[in-house]
């Protein structure tokens, strides 16, 4: 019986594959970092934060349901916004964008927002 020698390149590539799936096991932050945004659906709206992350940085993410407001918070790392909806009024980080619809999409895209991919302004509130 002939026993094989693992060499230096074999030792590297076992090297290299051992710490991709280490990279790949990461989970919700090594994705968010990687695809640049962090998603997540509260009642018929889809969140979307872009770029929340940097790699390997915690995030936490909360979510609060009351009658008629529902609050969504988002950290991670040097990012956090804050996202609320009393009666379909958007307000994101304490100011307000205004009534939306029932299944409208959020983007907070680096301090801007975007509803249905259209850039909404601050709005006086109720």
Known sequence: MKIHAITKNEKLTISLLCLALV?????????EA?????ENLVGSHQITIMKPCRLFTE????VENHPE????????????VSISLKDEELI?????????????????????????SKEVQEVASK
């Open 92 to 116: 994101v980080n304490e100011k307000s964008y205004g009534t939306i619809n029932k299944g409208d999409s959020i983007i907070f895209d680096h301090g801007k927002v975007l509803i249905n």
């Open 23 to 31: 990279f790949l096991s990461q989970g919700c932050s090594y994705q």
């Open 59 to 62: 995030n936490t993410t909360r």
């Open 69 to 80: 407001q529902t609050k969504y918070e988002y950290t991670c790392g040097d990012t956090s």
């Open 34 to 38: 990687i695809s640049g945004k962090h």
